[in-house]
């Protein structure tokens, strides 16, 4: 059994922004289950996903010529590892690569901003994650304006228009990748403010938990508001047909990692992906080496 295509659309439908120029966060609800109600359900529908990802991706590793870019973005909470966690269990880690990025090393500030990220564009036939991104420099770097005076910019090219000109060189980083073969998908997990704060406090009441906790984490609630604005601005920005954001709704886990396994799912399904041909030749190597081995001739149907 698989998910439909239909139920596909419904799940990430709702969610996915193409074109931002009419995006408002506000319109897209942290809470939203897309009308599923049943946990139960959800969970049978996230394991025939991954059952269908886990299919894919064999493909897409055998066929050795496209990738996948996952691009995670979220607040803190919001259940980024957790979806990982889950979405991509039943993924060959042969195929998968995830990178996390934090704080930019010393190093990486003597780069351009792109050039962390740059080296770890998965290769063909591989799934990549970004655990934060790139976009980290059109968020965090722009709410902390203390951030960019680090990265030893010359001073004319800090204007006013900085955000705007990162936003383009972002689209242009990712039309690139889309022309060599490197599909791109992009999540803001939409955690709510209130729901947010409820697992911080479970972070602290539960001692398995509390190294989950930093006190900066509480120190960026402070900045919500303008978290939020940076993130629309981004969204309606950076949104296009070949590497849409998913706007998936956070507060309510077991959705979050459905939504992102559809479109995960779909991503792949989109490349057209199969088991490479065999030619004429191989297939006379082929039969050899079954006679090799006494397996007699090809079965009837199998060639």
């Known amino acids: 059994m698989k998910i439909s295509r239909k139920d596909v659309d419904g799940f990430i439908g709702p969610y996915r922004i193409e074109d931002g120029s009419k ?3 506000k319109d897209f609800d942290p809470a939203s289950t897309g009308g599923l109600k049943s946990k139960d359900r959800a969970k049978e529908l996230l394991a025939l996903g991954i059952e269908q ?14 990738a996948l870019l996952l691009v995670f973005q979220a ?13 991509m269990s039943g993924v060959n880690p042969q195929g998968c690569q995830v990178y996390s990025f934090k704080s930019p090393s010393a190093e990486e500030l003597d780069h351009d901003y792109l ?20 976009y980290e420099e059109v968020l965090v770097v722009r709410v902390h304006p203390e951030i960019l005076a680090k990265q030893h910019l ?6 006013k228009k900085i955000w705007e000109e990162r936003f383009e060189d972002i689209v242009n980083f990712e039309r690139y990748l ?10 803001f997990l939409n955690v709510s403010h209130a729901e947010q704060k409820r697992r911080f406090l479970a972070r602290l009441d539960d001692p398995d938990k509390n190294w989950k906790f930093s006190l900066a984490d509480a120190e960026e609630r ?3 508001d303008e978290y939020m604005k940076a993130y629309e601005e981004m969204i309606r ?11 998936v709704p956070a507060d309510n886990k077991w959705f979050t990692r459905l939504v992102v396994a559809a479109a995960t799912v779909d991503a792949l399904q989109r490349m057209n992906l199969a088991y490479p041909t065999v030619g004429p030749e191989k297939l006379k190597e082929l039969e050899a080496a079954r006679k090799e081995l006494g397996g007699g001739t090809r079965p009837p149907g199998k060639g």
């Open 154 to 159: 010359p001073s004319s090219l800090v204007t």
């Open 23 to 25: 995006f408002r966060l």
């Open 178 to 187: 889309h022309r060599n073969g490197v599909k791109i998908r992009k999540f």
């Open 115 to 134: 050039w962390r990220t740059m080296k770890c564009v998965p290769e063909k036939g591989r799934i990549g994650i970004f655990n934060r991104s790139y």
């Open 75 to 87: 607040m803190d909470a919001a259940g980024k590892d957790g979806t990982i966690k889950h979405v």
């Open 237 to 247: 920005a950076t949104a296009t047909p070949h590497s849409p954001w998913y706007v």
């Open 53 to 66: 990802l886990s299919a894919e991706q064999d493909k897409l590793y055998a066929d050795d010529r496209n």
């Open 222 to 224: 402070k900045h919500w």
